[in-house]
């Protein structure tokens, strides 16, 4: 009977302790489930918890004869002190997970670098010095801006070819092509520009502002307010962008009118024979079109009102070599498109002619006709402003 009660005892110990060794394992199961960053803890706890569990056991089976009931309350008081160790040692785990998150963005915000944060600092320092300060980061976002052509004082736009919303008046020889009219054309040089003025004097009509003293129909040699001052105002406006700008106003115009693209000629080839080598040259002009405010092309800007900007560009049809002409002609096709993206209107159609207009100096050499003799000077301020803008978008 004693021997009996003894068989029972021990299957029923075996039986709870199966029981144990099931509900550790559940929780073990759960904490792996709750937490993934728990995994190697776990397992290491689950050897050591197994490897425990056997040495009990063996100890159990060597000291039964000598006191099993001794024995059966070690074994069961192990299982209860490990179960306790591991939930003890799972909260402690979570205490400092939660601690070790909390300092990880801690260090982020504060810029600490740790072992976990130190990847993460360091794209974030090598972005901030890819920015560039306030003021020039301002001056390099491109706003898009609603636009509108005046049509009082203008001229409606006549032309012949249009490369999608590029409209192009064509009075040269050339029967032109789509491909002849693709902007397919980029810039080695994307820093310097080179502005100059064939005809300097070119003026327009005074306000109250820019009362000026003129020294012919629509022309003044005052420099502040003649074709020149919006020159300045484009370079202005492109050195704070970053572009190194060359602005020439001497007089080529002045005092004979004629001979202007000789004596031009001369200035820009010792230009760029010097330390101003660019590819990007501009010869800045007035509309000659019109001799008094009956003309005067504009459009709005956002809530400015800005003269419209014209394009002439040369070619060797007249018999003068210009191995550069088609270039100079797809560099007009790509400003011309993108300020059409920005700020349609802004320009009105391409020429495109015969004459060689010295752009033969330049691999991106372009006449830019800023409003005409009905224009103020302010108005022409406000495009330069706007054409920029969109020379910054075409030179990234």
Same mark, same amino acid.
């Given at each position: ?7 029972? /005892?021990?299957? /029923? ?64 008081? =192990?299982?209860?002190?490990?179960? *306790? ?69 203008? +001229? ?21 092509? #789509? ?22 004097? &070119? ?18 040699? #005052?420099?502040? %307010? =003649? ?38 000629? =001369?200035?820009?080839? *010792? /230009? ?16 000659? /079109?019109?001799?008094? =405010? ?16 014209? %394009? ?8 003068? &070599? ?14 011309? &498109? ?9 320009? +009105? ?31 022409? #301020? ?10 910054? &978008?075409?030179?990234?």
């Amino acid at each position: 009977m004693f021997n009996v009660a003894i068989i029972n /005892l021990k299957s /029923l110990i075996k039986y709870t302790v199966k029981i144990i060794i099931a509900l550790l394992l559940s929780a073990m199961i759960f904490n792996y489930l709750f937490s993934k960053k728990m995994i190697a803890l776990n397992y290491n706890f689950q050897v050591a918890y197994i490897n425990i569990i056997s040495n009990n056991l063996a100890i159990s089976a060597i000291h039964e004869e000598e006191n099993e009931t001794l024995g059966i309350a070690n074994i069961l008081g =192990s299982e209860l002190i490990i179960f *306790k160790e591991i939930n003890t040692s799972n909260k402690r785990m979570l205490e400092d997970n939660a601690v070790l998150a909390n300092s990880q963005e801690t260090d982020v915000d504060n810029n600490i670098p740790n072992e976990n944060a130190i990847v993460q600092n360091e794209k974030v320092k090598n972005e901030e010095e890819k920015i560039p300060d306030e003021a020039s980061s301002n001056n390099n976002i491109i706003e898009k801006l609603p636009t509108e052509v005046i049509e009082a004082n203008n +001229k409606k736009d006549v032309f012949t070819n249009t490369y999608g919303s590029v409209k192009i008046r064509n009075e040269s020889k050339y029967e032109l092509t #789509d491909e002849m009219m693709m902007p397919t054309v980029d810039f080695n040089n994307k820093q310097d520009i080179l502005i100059f003025h064939t005809h300097t004097c &070119e003026s327009y009509t005074p306000t109250e502002n820019t009362n000026y003293v003129a020294t012919g129909n629509f022309r003044t040699t #005052d420099l502040n %307010f =003649s074709v020149a001052h919006v020159g300045e105002t484009l370079t202005t406006n492109l050195k704070s962008k970053g572009y190194n700008v060359t602005h020439d106003q001497s007089y080529h115009d002045y005092p004979a009118y004629t001979g202007s693209y000789n004596r031009s000629y =001369s200035t820009v080839k *010792k /230009l760029l024979s010097g330390d101003c080598w660019t590819e990007f040259v501009i010869d800045l002009h007035r509309d000659a /079109l019109g001799s008094s =405010s009956n003309y005067a092309p504009s459009v709005k800007i956002g809530e400015e009102v800005g003269a419209q900007l014209m %394009f002439v560009i040369g070619t060797d049809g007249g018999g003068l &070599e210009h191995p550069n002409w088609l270039n100079n002609f797809k560099l007009a096709v790509k400003i011309q &498109e993108k300020a059409n993206e920005l700020y349609p209107g802004l320009f +009105k159609p391409i020429i495109l002619r015969n004459s060689r207009y010295n752009q033969n100096l330049a691999s991106g050499a372009c006449i830019i006709e800023v409003g005409a003799t009905g224009n103020t000077i302010e108005q022409c #301020d406000v495009s330069m402003k706007y054409l920029a803008n969109v020379i910054a &978008e075409i030179m990234k």
